[in-house]
């Protein structure tokens, strides 16, 4: 009985709580885009919302681990940049972004290389998520040189 009450309550609890919007990216919705840069010269797109700046968020959060450590290092590095990657966006740092997507290339290399010590199941694992990567930036990247 005790236990049916403890379960009614969290239930309670848990179906009275409720978010506004769902917010999947590292970027508060407060920050304004294009941060304190010049608006003609800077970034004009709203991470915040972007869906894609959302997916790229996912995946760094739920990149696997695998049995190769150097490659596992160089995720961490490739999750570092990209976090950057969508800071330099939201705040309409050109310069950043170029160098995080020089980065992000580096560790895309490295990685490739890598991948010929990983099982065949692990190396379609890192290939999904690589590829989901890559699309959500450049669609981020698209966005950005259209509204330029």
């Known amino acids: ?46 991470i915040s919302e972007n869906i894609n700046a959302s997916e790229i968020t996912k995946l760094i959060s739920s990149f696997p681990k695998f049995s190769n450590s150097a490659l596992n290092d160089e995720i961490v590095s490739l999750k570092y940049t990209l976090q950057n ?3 330099a966006i939201e705040a309409g740092n050109i310069s950043g972004k170029s160098k995080t997507l020089k980065s992000m290339e580096k560790s ?17 694992v890192l290939n999904r998520y690589l590829v989901r990567i890559k699309t959500n930036i450049s669609v981020i990247e698209n966005a950005v040189n259209t509204k330029k």
């Open 108 to 124: 895309y290399k490295n990685m490739q290389k890598l991948r010929k010590y990983l099982k065949k199941d692990d190396d379609e």
């Open 1 to 46: 009985m005790k236990r049916l009450c403890i379960l009614g309550i969290v239930y309670i609890f848990m179906t009275s709580c409720a978010t506004e919007k769902l917010n999947l990216s590292p970027i508060s919705s407060n920050v304004s885009s294009g941060g304190d840069s010049d608006t003609s010269k800077g970034i004009t797109i709203n």
């Open 85 to 87: 990657y969508l800071y």
